[in-house]
């Protein structure tokens, strides 16, 4: 048996990175031979969180043949958020938090899905359930995920399991969640320097919704403004990219980490489902969404049911 | 809140039975409010294994809409396999041991799937980690379901954690495994007085493999012949369900649980990935298997591969 290559998501985030790291290095303590890798350079909020607890970032990849035959994916499961050859080698372990979709296999195998805010929260069990010590360096990590999913505990997709998953990690790590946490959100809010081709892959994702293929990119920030002036070089992008891609939506979530509101800027021929789906207008192909932080529970569901 | 309804597969076998009703149990325990119920009345096997710990057999259901709207899969996922009108209601969990195929969901959700031989297995962890105990019932219907699936631990489906668990729960239902096991599945394989429609949909299920839809069905016997002098008039009636249902491939398995080999009777326009799949030719529509008891790892894959 080849060695388990884990990883999550393109675009990856602190979650899909740090889930990596902490699955294979319980994998390697059962005795498993795994190795963490990535679809992507880690962005700079996870690079704060590795460079603080002194983990080296993991190996990135682009393609997965040739490297192993069988996989483990953290923190996703729709194939056209996974490395694309895929179809190549066999999953035989998920672990994740979101919908499932667009995911398909030809045997058994263990599928680890739970509807709480962050991977890692999930991995806090299986430690327990394994009965492997999580060390510090691995809790730092962990927190990590938890922090950044949740927006500091903030977001609505934030369950009481992740609150106290984060209260146990905080005291393995030795570290003030809410301390530690800020500063690192807001390493991550760093924008300025960021070319608009980095804005909009960041953190963006692809969904099949209906018939319609959805890209959704985010970025969280403490100031808006310095985006927004910004507004007409992302149209000229997010159109080209609409062009290439043969997208039927973008959408470009801004989202104000210190207020906890939305703007988005959407660009497609089904531009419609977010006006459906939000009940609200645009202007300038901009608008606002109040109390909107989270993709995964306030925005995919509600467009997918537009679009379905 | 409505009450939560759970349950298996399309013409219910013991697992599928045992599961929603062990399942139910549990989340009574737990405080919420759930009923077991099944798609189709229980076959032979499990009318015993539910007479002989004296338990009622769940209410048998149709469709589900009007009744609840969200529900919990147990022992499958595929669509096809579940109630009609699925689509209608949410799924807020699956307990499955399957593959996962043609599933999908807008929201995260509970997905709990582990490679073993029985859902009752994952069930037994679950138990464990929400800490309820298994009552003498309960472990007596866990017990049925692990032994069914797995034909008294000879199936190449059971895993070492089939065993214990089965070890486990026979201690607490007060039951010697291989003696209760054994009158059990006879109670299943016995086939006489059977009709021929009855033989064709005790426990048959429906593939999307590649574009092609394939449906298996399978019966245990202690005594094949009894079937194969049936041969002809079950060739009539599957090529009248190929035609009713425009199905590629209809698998009929007759596998001899005394010697462990399998007899197979296959019509449709997709013959030939059986043929391809096994290697095997084909006498009269019929052909043997030696050696193969499991459809969901002995056939499922490697048909699902010579059709993709």
């Known amino acids: 048996m080849s060695k388990t290559l884990i990883f999550g998501h393109k675009n990856p985030d602190t979650d899909t990175i740090t889930s990596a790291l902490a699955y294979a290095y319980l994998k390697t303590q059962l005795g498993e031979e795994a190795e963490a890798v990535s679809l992507g350079e880690p962005n700079e909020e996870t690079a704060y969180a590795l460079d603080y607890f002194g983990v080296k970032k993991p190996r990135v990849i ?14 996703h499961n729709e194939k056209q958020q996974s490395v694309s050859d895929i179809d190549e080698v066999k999953v035989i372990e998920v672990i994740d938090h979101h919908r499932i979709a667009n995911f398909e296999t030809t ?3 263990y599928y680890r899905a739970e509807p709480v805010g962050c991977t890692a929260t999930i991995l806090n069990k299986i430690f ?3 009965n492997i010590e999580i060390t510090k360096t691995i809790a730092g990590l962990m927190l990590s995920a938890i922090i ?8 609505p997709t934030c369950t009481d399991e992740d609150i106290s998953a984060a209260k146990e990690l905080a005291t393995i790590a030795e570290v003030d969640a809410d301390t ?5 959100l807001k390493a991550g809010a760093e924008l300025s320097g960021k070319t608009i081709e ?6 963006a994702k692809a969904f099949e919704m209906g018939s319609s293929t959805v890209e959704i990119a985010q970025v969280n920030t403490v100031d808006p403004t310095e985006l927004l002036v910004l507004q007409e070089e992302l149209k000229v992008a997010i159109a080209e ?3 290439r891609r043969q997208l039927d939506l973008f959408v470009f979530v801004i989202t104000d980490i210190l207020t906890n509101n939305s703007t988005i800027i959407a660009l497609g021929d089904r531009i419609d489902s977010i006006k459906q789906a939000f009940n609200v207008t645009f202007e300038n192909g901009l608008t606002e969404l109040a109390g909107v932080v989270s993709r995964k529970k306030q925005i995919v569901p509600q467009l997918t049911e537009a679009l379905s």
């Not at 682009?62 to 923190?75: K, M, S």
């Not at 950044?148 to 977001?155: E, I, V």
């Open 62 to 75: 682009n393609a997965i043949a040739g490297e192993t035959d069988q996989v483990i994916l953290v923190d």
């Open 107 to 109: 045997d058994p195998l």
């Open 128 to 130: 327990k359930e394994k």
């Open 148 to 155: 950044s999913d949740s927006l500091l505990f903030k977001s």
């Open 180 to 184: 530690y946490g800020l500063a690192m």
């Open 198 to 203: 980095e804005l909009l892959t960041l953190d």
């Open 241 to 243: 990219k609409i062009e």
